[in-house]
């Protein structure tokens, strides 16, 4: 028994000591093959290698070579250019001799002519000033005479009738008056005109008294401009006097309605004058948050009163409101309180805060002719209403056509534009701007967006989630057209005053007529974001 498990231990380890040895042999005949494999590359490598450099080589020769025939090549274009080069300089100095021999040369033949026009120029401004002043006079007569006119025809009580009638002989007077006045300018300016073309053949050359001919136009341009903005207001005024109805006695009929209306009419409240839209002023406004995302807008306020320190900086912050994603939204009444503002914020390091970005506002023409393009409307936009923007930077003219909406004649169309706010400002003061062939009313355009299928506001019908169509009239689920109510003549139920304020608030108005508070507060929220100033 001991014998056979000495036996078979033996063979055991015989069995180890020959699978060792076949694993050796064979790791010698592996690497045997890679050496010579590796010996092969590096043979291979190395006869490459000679090859590259020998590449190299030739290459570098060439380009030595090349590069010494194009320095032969170069060398005559570079003596070329630079004895052009010295010929320009020369002709430059010889070309300022001659400016200035032309300059002293139109310089003493202008002042001859100058020294005549001054005087002419000086009392033409003079007039347009008169003219401005007396202008100005008979606007405030015509509107007082408008406002004495609708007060005649808005009440219905009889003793206004004793009313003191709109004066018209010292309108039609001062209208004599300027159109006279205007007719001597128009004159004076002929007179100029025939002057400076008289004048002309005592200069030099002939393009000297182009320049002299251009300056003196330059002059004469505001003027002018000035001349003829007056002359199409006074046809406005003219024209508005003839279409004003002239005060006559009521019929007992037109007095019970008046006086019915009068007595429907809803009067002033305070809550109606504090629920009436805020007038435009500027919008400063600053959006700050922090880098930290776990503060709350708590934590940045207090952060944002520890950096003001408004009792050393007298900084002045207008408003604090919080808003979504932990921002914090100030305003400010003035430019430089914003700046104090933002600078002493940028102190804190903890906090990041810009200028909340400011849209143009907006303004609509009426009746517009259709075939007019986007471009043709901004082009003749600027070209034809200089005399309103002769001293707004090139920079601030901003015109761009917005949408257009439909009017109901199929071949106008009322156009909406951006305006930047000093153009908005000046065009809405006018009333009205010329667009190619017409003379046409502008005003003031809200930014506010109202659905036309659920009511709502800030979304267009093409977003709109609702699934049926709400009627402005009395708001239920029909179209307006097939209201019953307002085929009945009832009066009409805003859907938005209800849901926002209740029965007990004043619904007699559409949902889309601007009487409507909820639609105020509303388009006080979206001129928020408008810059006016």
């Known amino acids: 028994m001991v014998l056979a498990l000495s036996d078979s231990r033996s063979r055991h380890k015989h069995n180890l000591e020959r699978e060792r040895s076949r694993n050796a042999q064979e790791l010698m005949r592996v690497e045997r093959a890679h050496n010579k494999i590796i010996t092969q590359l590096m043979k291979e490598m190395a006869s490459e290698l000679g090859h590259a450099r020998t590449d190299i080589k030739n290459t570098l020769q060439e380009s030595k070579a090349i590069r010494g025939w194009l320095n032969f090549e170069t060398q005559e274009p570079f003596r070329k250019t630079s004895d052009l080069l010295k010929a320009v300089t020369d002709l430059d100095k010889r070309i300022g001799v001659i400016q200035s021999n032309l300059s002293q040369q139109k310089q003493e033949g202008a002042d001859n002519i100058l020294s005549h026009l001054r005087v002419d120029l000086t009392g033409v401004k003079s007039s347009v000033e008169t003219l401005k002043l007396q202008l100005d006079e008979m606007r405030r007569v015509i509107e007082k005479s408008e406002n004495n006119t609708k007060m005649v025809l808005e009440t219905g009580q009889k003793t206004l009738l004793r009313l003191e009638s709109p004066p018209s002989h010292p309108s039609e007077e001062i209208s004599k008056t300027l159109e006279h006045e205007l007719n001597g300018m128009k004159s004076s300016l002929k007179e100029i005109d025939t002057s400076i073309r008289s004048g002309l053949s005592i200069l030099p050359s002939a393009d000297s008294g182009k320049i002299f001919q251009t300056s003196i136009r330059e002059h004469l341009q505001p003027i002018e401009e000035h001349l003829g903005a007056m002359s199409s207001e006074l046809r406005t005024m003219r024209e508005q006097k003839q279409r004003a109805p002239s005060p006559t006695a009521p019929s007992l009929a037109t007095e019970l309605a008046q006086t019915g209306e009068a007595a429907t009419k809803p009067k002033k409240t305070y809550a109606r004058v504090a629920a009436s839209p805020p007038l435009p002023k500027p919008n400063h406004t600053l959006i700050i948050t922090s880098t930290d995302s776990k503060n709350t807008a708590e934590n940045i306020i207090e952060r944002i009163r520890e950096a003001l320190d408004t009792k050393k900086t007298g900084a002045k912050v207008d408003r604090v409101r919080k808003a979504k994603n932990q921002k914090v939204v100030l305003s400010c009444n003035t430019k430089e309180d914003l700046n104090l503002v933002q600078n002493r914020v940028k102190t804190n390091k903890s906090l990041k805060v810009e200028v909340a970005r400011t849209n143009n506002p907006l303004a609509i023409i009426r009746d517009v002719l259709s075939y007019h393009t986007d471009v043709e409307i901004v082009e003749n936009i600027l070209a034809q209403n200089k005399h309103l923007l002769h001293d707004v930077d090139e920079k601030e003219r901003t015109v ?11 071949q106008e169309c009322h156009p909406v534009l951006e305006l930047s706010p000093k153009v908005h400002r000046r065009f809405i003061d006018a009333g009205k ?8 009313p502008i ?25 049926e169509e ?11 057209d097939k209201c019953p109510i307002r085929l009945e003549g009832r009066p009409p139920r805003c859907k938005n005053c209800l849901k926002a304020r209740g029965a007990d608030t004043d619904l007699a108005h559409n949902a889309f007529s601007f009487d409507c508070r909820e639609k105020q507060k509303w388009d006080a929220i979206a001129r928020s974001r408008i810059s006016y100033c």
């Open 443 to 467: 005003m003031d355009h809200s930014p506010l967006v109202q659905c036309t299928k659920c009511l709502g506001f800030g979304h267009t019908k093409a977003v709109c989630h609702e699934k």
């Open 433 to 440: 701007i010329y667009i190619g062939l017409q003379r046409r």
């Open 400 to 410: 761009r056509v917005r949408y257009r909406k439909k009017a109901r004649n199929p």
């Open 470 to 480: 709400l009627c402005s009239h009395c708001g239920e689920t029909h179209s307006w």
